[in-house]
């Protein structure tokens, strides 16, 4: 079993950056690969980017490509989410996910098996 706990939220301006941290607490976090999901208020929650087990594959959302990075560090069982040249499009809460694959990362919520509790970003105009 891995816990997850999403940080570094916030109120940005259109333009700025952010960059969520997620902590996995648990022995296995090095067997998920992870991944950043977003559900703004009134719509589904979406895929945003994943990472695999290792870090050599990153998958990110047509919406957020290009401005948004992941990275991990299996020996600090951390989980970033750097996010640059935000838009108000970007407003939502932010989720961290588990899922035990040692694939490419994938993109859909029904594999995840994990889920912090989330992080709220909102980008103002």
């Known amino acids: 079993q891995v816990l997850l706990e999403e940080s570094g939220g916030g109120l940005v301006q259109a333009g700025g950056s952010l960059r969520l941290s997620c902590a996995a607490f648990g022995p296995t976090f090095s067997s998920y690969a992870m991944g950043w999901f977003r559900q703004a208020p009134g719509k589904e929650r979406e895929f945003a980017a994943a990472i695999s087990v290792s870090g050599s594959y990153t998958d990110y959302g047509d919406s957020v490509k290009g401005r948004f990075t992941i990275s991990r560090d299996n020996a600090e069982n951390m989980v970033w989410l750097q996010m640059n040249s935000l838009k108000p499009e970007d407003t939502g809460e932010y989720y961290c996910?588990?899922?035990?694959?040692?694939?490419?990362?994938?993109?859909?919520?029904?594999?995840?098996?994990?889920w912090g509790q989330g992080t709220q970003v909102t980008v103002s105009s």
């Open positions: 996910a588990a899922d035990r694959t040692f694939g490419r990362p994938r993109t859909s919520l029904s594999e995840y098996d994990y």
